[in-house]
């Protein structure tokens, strides 16, 4: 292992040590939250916990923590292994679907449009972002991306809904595990994705297979996953240990993270750690990438999230 990963280890477990020595339960404050102290009364939530949104949507808070990500095991641009913390968020427990898609009223760009469950898919990384505008306004809340910049700059301490950066995508995938999935090994893939070996070349509606560890469902296969970050095959030997945000954005029309494996992907790229950079689709007219899907996150206040959970029951 060479030196950067020790010192962002030692960086880690410093952070972690330091968190746990002010009795903090939850390790990380949500980023960019406003809110002050939970009410006295609330008790602080330390354990992965279901939600249902203004608006209807389904949703699953993760308390941050820190984790290691990356993989020796797998391709080069998986490596190195290093420890990671992010911030808690809330994650869509779904792959965002095509209803939901319509309740915001886009356009559908699906290829599969035979139900409203499918999830959406030949989306544009820039639709995915549009809609996490849209169902920001939905709700009230204050949308995260600046559409008059170029790359629709992200703002973090914005509360409303965005695409996950791809730390906090593996950092749920994984679930506090560290093999390529959480349920153990290839062989029960099948109970948990659809992908090449029984997707019969198409889309499913979400939902169908088992959940991960955590109650989020499809994040192995049925559609990829948009991250918010720059793809770049060496960003791990550079990566910042607290919530990376990936490398800048070298200009127009970069190739940004897919995560997760589509219905067509082998085992192999179904693992937690598997990375994919795919084009935009920004410029290109014949955009098909009917295996491009997404799933949105935010943070949420201590006061709003007891107001979620309640709402769930
Ligand atoms: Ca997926």
Redesign the pocket.
């Known amino acids: 292992m060479n030196r950067s990963f020790w010192n962002a280890l030692c960086l880690a477990t410093s952070t972690a040590l330091i968190l746990s020595a002010c009795g903090r339960s939850n390790p990380v404050p949500a980023r960019g939250s406003s809110a002050g102290p939970p009410a006295a009364t609330a008790s602080p939530i330390t354990e992965p916990t279901p939600v249902v949104t203004q608006s209807g949507a389904e949703m699953v808070y993760l308390p941050g923590g820190t984790f290691i990500m990356g993989s020796s095991d797998g391709n080069p641009d998986e490596a190195p292994p290093h420890p990671v913390t992010v911030s808690s968020f809330l994650m869509d427990k779904f792959?965002v679907t095509q209803e939901m898609f319509a309740k915001v009223q886009l356009p559908n760009p699906s290829h599969w449009q035979d139900n409203p469950r499918n999830p959406v898919e030949r989306v544009r990384w820039r639709d995915a972002k549009a809609y996490c505008n849209e169902r920001s306004r939905l709700e009230g809340l204050k949308p995260c991306y600046n559409e008059k910049t170029e790359a629709w700059d992200c703002d973090e301490a914005a509360d409303g809904y965005r695409l996950p950066t791809e730390a906090e995508w593996e950092y749920a995938c994984r679930a506090g595990t560290t093999g390529p999935y959480d349920f153990g090994d290839a062989a029960k893939l099948r109970q948990y994705a659809w992908f090449q070996e029984n997707s019969e070349e198409r889309t499913h509606p979400v939902g169908q297979k088992k959940p991960n560890r955590w109650g989020l469902y499809?994040?192995?296969?049925?559609?990829?996953?948009w991250c918010e970050d720059v793809y770049s095959p060496t960003y791990y030997h550079v990566s910042p240990a607290l919530d990376p945000l990936g490398p800048p954005s070298p200009g127009k029309d970069v190739k940004r993270v897919l995560r997760?494996g589509?219905w067509k992907a082998t085992a192999g790229m179904a693992r937690a750690t598997f990375r994919q950079g795919q084009r935009t689709g920004d410029t290109d007219a014949c955009f098909y990438t009917d295996f491009c899907?997404f799933r949105c996150v935010r943070r949420a206040t201590a006061g709003e999230l007891q107001a979620l959970i309640a709402s769930a029951r």
């Open positions: 792959e499809d994040l192995y296969g049925n559609v990829c996953e997760g589509s899907g």
